[in-house]
């Protein structure tokens, strides 16, 4: 996938989810290879990828909370989802 088309629903692949570390309590994803943290901006994209939203309603909402334009957002966001989708840990659907 070069681009990502800002209408499809992201959400984690089969097998991945979020956790908090048990000692840390820093967020993490655990997948069957094993584990990577998460910023606190990745894991705010993160928990919104439940296959409902599509990507322009996160970096909307990304902004909502954040209280800023969602055009300072997008490229950030789209570099997370595109970067979790070449290491097959989410996937996209219509």
């Known amino acids: 996938m070069n681009a990502i088309d800002e209408q499809m629903r992201p959400s984690l692949a ?3 989810r979020v956790q908090l570390d048990p000692k ?4 993490m994803l655990l997948f069957p290879e094993g584990a990577i943290y998460l910023s ?3 894991h705010a994209i993160v928990t919104r990828c439940a ?3 599509t990507t322009q309603a996160i970096i909307d909402s ?4 954040y209280e800023t334009d969602g055009e300072a957002l ?3 966001v789209l570099d997370c989802l595109k970067d979790l989708h070449q290491r097959k ?5 219509k």
Do not use: K, S, Y
Not at 62 to 65: D, I, S, V
Not at 89 to 93: G, K, N
């Open 62 to 65: 990304l902004a909502t909370e």
């Open 24 to 27: 840390t309590e820093e967020p």
């Open 89 to 93: 840990l989410l996937v996209f659907a």
């Open 74 to 76: 997008r490229q950030d």
């Open 14 to 16: 089969r097998g991945v």
């Open 51 to 53: 296959g409902e939203l």
């Open 40 to 42: 606190e901006t990745a």
